[in-house]
């Protein structure tokens, strides 16, 4: 008999990511294919359909019962609507139904950011936890809300935004119309923008981060700067929330120890003290694959239920 699994979908602004991932949420077998700027329904679909058949054919021993995608930007989870995605022109976009009929199974979306907090749960470190909080920290910050074990949502989808959470005041301008938010200082371009700033050069966050690591002291003021703005937005969710975990993923995430104590020295400026004592700030076990296991996780979670 065949193994069952599902076929997961991690998309990405840049790039698809996909994969047989089976219930203990062991990865079988990867596709990985680059996505052009300007970025159409028609080439999304036509990827998709292309892994699932080259995945299909190399894995002759699984079947593949669901399929569970991550959508960057907002997503309508309930109806399988990918509603808008700023990097492209594509909006209201019933993704979930298309991919139904291309790939004759059946189809389960989430926001990356909330998929990758519910894999942190069955597949990574928070499975005893049962309130935390999924940051995301790459080219802009997002944050997924894990209350009493589920997703919340809040009343009208937007809750977990902690990239709008204003960490700096008047600083610098966010899309959103505010500023010195979150996602406007702490995500990779803004660490970019800090970095020439200070020195004249451009930079990537990654490249920043190196740099910072070799002893270049402009770059660790930026790398530490970042951290205490990290730490300050959690700080504040703190306040509110209570919560047990914060848990950070994301490529800036992967310069955690170089911000580890200005993440504590800002979250301990903002943070209602005594009953946040106990707070734990660890990254994601899950590293690169946290969205590929959080669209297998959707996948999982939605046929069982
Ligand atoms: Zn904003």
Not at 101 to 115: G, Y
Not at 155 to 162: P, V
Request: glycine share 12%; with cysteine.
């Amino acid at each position: 008999m065949k193994k069952q699994v599902v076929f997961a979908c991690d998309i990405g602004g840049s790039k698809l990511l996909c994969g047989f991932v089976d219930e203990d949420g062991d990865i079988i077998d990867t596709e990985k294919a680059l996505l052009p700027p300007n970025i159409t329904t028609e080439i999304i679909e036509a990827h998709l359909r292309n892994m699932y058949t080259v995945l299909s054919r190399r894995n002759p021993k699984y079947r593949s019962i669901a399929c569970g995608m991550t959508i960057p930007g907002l997503a309508d989870a309930e109806n399988g609507v990918w509603q808008y995605a700023c990097f492209s022109g594509i909006s209201d976009y019933p993704i979930a139904s298309r991919m139904r009929d291309i790939l004759h199974l059946p189809v389960f979306i989430e926001n990356d950011v909330n998929a990758c907090a519910l894999a942190e749960k069955s597949y990574g470190g928070c499975c005893d936890c049962k309130d935390y909080l999924w940051v995301t920290v790459s080219n802009g910050v997002g944050g997924g809300l894990i209350l009493n074990g589920n997703i919340y949502r809040g009343a009208f989808g937007g809750a977990g935004e902690i990239g709008h959470i204003v960490v700096e005041k008047n600083g610098h301008p966010c899309p959103c119309g505010h500023k010195g938010c979150l996602e406007a200082v702490a995500a990779g371009p803004a660490i970019a923008r800090r970095y020439k700033v200070m020195t004249g050069k451009s930079l990537s966050a990654a490249e920043i981060a190196d740099l910072a690591r070799n002893g270049d002291q402009n770059a660790l003021y930026v790398m530490r700067k970042t951290g205490e703005y990290i730490g300050r937005g959690l700080g504040k969710a703190a306040s509110l929330l209570n919560l047990e975990r914060y848990v950070l993923g994301g490529g800036v995430m992967q310069s955690f120890d170089l911000m580890e104590s200005d993440i504590w020295r800002g979250f301990e400026e903002e943070a209602f003290g005594e009953p946040n004592s106990e707070a734990k700030i660890v990254t994601t076990s899950l590293q690169y694959e946290a969205g590929l296991l959080g669209a297998a996780t959707v996948a999982w979670q939605s046929i069982s239920s």
